[in-house]
């Protein structure tokens, strides 16, 4: 009897598959019913990696050796193999069996596409199964009108490729040529977001290197035009936390810290614990000023030196000050201090800026004052608006010893418990240290403005975090931290003395969603109206507070000798956050 080649249909395929096999399954080995084999599969699985993780974590900690596996190690991973090799078998012989071996209802008849498919599927010319006679090629009926209408389907691994429409295209070449100046998209598109989007694209072709790992959506890119960043391609996130509350001049403050270290956040927080049991701190602010100080050139030594006598006289304050004090109604400038290096004159400007941080206001009012001398000097030659005198983003004795932006001193009296209980070391300790550490330490350094164990730190979070100038963390941590025993050595009389915190509530990154979020959360959000100036001022005393509350829980970690351990638990990669302690 000749056999037939043909295939009538997929159900009588599907039957006669079902016939060869048998009804016997490859499960119906098993001791056990295939739910319970696969339970105790899944359970011993993540029974194993939980106790791998914690031995691991254990020998971090006390810097073991990974590589030193215990027999119970050994078993654990022998169990992780077998459990992974029986689940990553398409979690298990059930779903493995039903794709080697289909049901009799698998191929059941869904609708004329699937008899399509499954047409051109037995076409194939690869080696087909055992229950198939490949020795002839099965015929395929020729496709009706309807199933030419069909799409069909398009299979591929890689990412597919962003979409651009066609005026994109072009404006995307042309800034790989260089022929579209990358900086003018936004002023030629009038949309911020598709300059970015365009500019990321074509960064991308000219380096060959992927950008998708930087964010582009989710981000207001008209609020940065002009005053933040320019050619952004996409923003960073850092993540952002918050230490306390710490109760500072009879407030409650929640302070946000913008940071990616480990531990810094928790750190911070133990230390404004600390200070809220003991009472709270407080701070003074002893001054509040902007400084600029160009450079000018005379022919001769003397003629700076007039320049010099005729800005430090009193009696010409008032004139100079009308000068420099029409650039802004905030603005107003408070001293003037010069010094000469031959025929050069350096004149620091110092003016108070409102709830601004007030670079730019001091800048423009530091010009007007140039040009009114131009008049009375006109051999002055003005080489530069900033001569580095100021000093700006630079560490310098003279925004040490003269301040810079707002100077604070922020003080708490910790009680001897709360440094047995809550530190876990004991005043001596921290006095003693401080001194080697802090004072006698960074003097051996030559340290300028270091006088601490980590104010940076907690600067740079708090700025991030609240739109500030990154940069000038360098000035602004200049800090001193003082520790005494008070009342017969019980007590801890502890204190942060910083002379250059530059700040401000408007203006720059200030203007930001998230970080004027930040500001809002600290209740000095933009300008205070009533008090210009208070915003920016409440907020130089925040930071302060916080270093203050920061340098004690590091000093006391050191002290105790836990800031190794401290890290390992707060600072390396670790999921289990439920067994994290508080």
Partial sequence: MERDTTISAPS????????????????????????????????????????????????????????????????????????????????????????????????????????????????????CGQALDCSLPAPVAAPSPETEKLPTPKVSDEMPDPVTTEEDEEIIKGVVAGTTPS????????????????????????????????PLEGFDYESILGQCCEMPVGYVQIPVGIAGPLFLMGESILCPMATTEGCLVASTNRGCKAINLSGGATSVLLRDGMTRAPVVRFGTAKRAAD??????????????????NKSSRFGRLQSIKCAIAGKNLYVRFSCSTGDAMGMNMVSKGVQNVLDFLQHDFPDMDVLGISGNYCSDKKPAAVNWIEGRGKSVVCEAIIKGDVVRKVLKTNVASLVELNMLKNLTGSAMAGALGGFNAHASNIVSAVYIATGQDPAQNIESSHCITMMEAINDGQDLHV???????????????????????????????GADKESPGSNARLLARVVAGAVLAGELSLMSAISAGQLVKSHMKYNRSNKDAAKASP
């Avoid at 598109?189 to 072709?205: D, F, M, P, S, T």
């Fill in 12 to 127: 009588n395929f599907s039957k006669q598959l079902a016939l060869d096999e048998g009804s016997t399954k490859a499960s119906d080995a098993l001791p056990l019913p295939l739910h319970v084999t696969n339970t105790v599969s899944f359970t011993l699985l993540f029974w194993v990696v939980y106790f791998l993780l914690t031995r691991w974590r254990e020998k971090i900690r006390n810097s073991t050796p990974l590589h030193m596996i215990s027999f119970s190690e050994m078993l654990a991973i022998f169990a992780l193999l077998v459990s992974l090799i029986y689940l990553l078998g398409f979690f298990g012989i059930e779903f493995v069996q039903s794709i080697i071996r289909p049901s009799s209802d698998m191929w059941a008849d869904d609708g004329e596409e699937d008899d399509i498919a499954l047409q051109k599927e037995d076409a194939r010319k690869v080696p």
């Fill in 183 to 214: 900086y003018s998209l936004e002023a030629k598109l009038g949309n911020c977001k598709r300059a970015a989007a365009i500019r990321r694209e074509a960064l991308q072709r000219l380096t060959g290197k992927s950008l998708s790992g930087l």
């Fill in 307 to 324: 320049l010099k006598q005729y800005l430090e006289d009193p009696m010409n304050f008032e004139t100079v000050s009308a000068a420099f």
């Fill in 495 to 525: 204190s942060v003395t910083m002379p250059s915190i530059e700040v401000g509530t408007v203006g720059g990154g200030t203007q930001l969603a998230s970080q004027s979020a930040c500001l809002n959360l600290l209740g000095v959000k």
